[in-house]
């Protein structure tokens, strides 16, 4: 299984931007989807962004195309979420996920698919 660490959070003012980054380790990092989630207070945890093992797909929710950007950088086992045009909506912890299986050829995007999670970072965009 493959332990996850997210990095990069903070408090931030509407329409700015932040970088969230998700170290891996203890798996073979290049073999599996990578996702973003994100739960605010009293809601459930929703898919934001997700990339391919392959790096060649990326889906995101419509709520942030066009504003976030999610890529991977396997040689430093790394998954980057960029936020920009930050809204007060976008407030919540965002988790970083792994797939629940290697290679899978469609990429996941619900929590089911997701095997290991981070312990999540906090986003907090004031209006």
């Known amino acids: 299984q493959v332990q996850l660490v997210e990095s990069g959070g903070g408090l931030v003012q509407a329409g700015g931007s932040l970088r969230l980054s998700c170290a891996a380790s203890g798996g073979t990092f290049s073999s599996y989807t990578m996702g973003w989630f994100r739960q605010a207070p009293g809601k459930k945890r929703e898919f934001v962004a997700a990339i391919s093992w392959s790096r060649l797909t990326t889906y995101s929710t419509d709520s942030v195309k066009g504003r976030f950007t999610i890529s991977r950088d396997n040689a430093k086992n790394t998954v980057y979420l960029q936020m920009n045009s930050l809204k007060p909506e976008d407030t919540a912890v965002y988790y970083c996920?792994?797939?629940?299986?290697?290679?899978?050829?469609?990429?996941?995007?619900?929590?089911?698919?997701?095997?290991?999670w981070g312990q999540g970072t906090q986003v907090t965009v004031s209006s």
């Open positions: 996920a792994a797939d629940a299986y290697r290679f899978r050829t469609v990429v996941a995007r619900t929590t089911e698919d997701f095997g290991s």
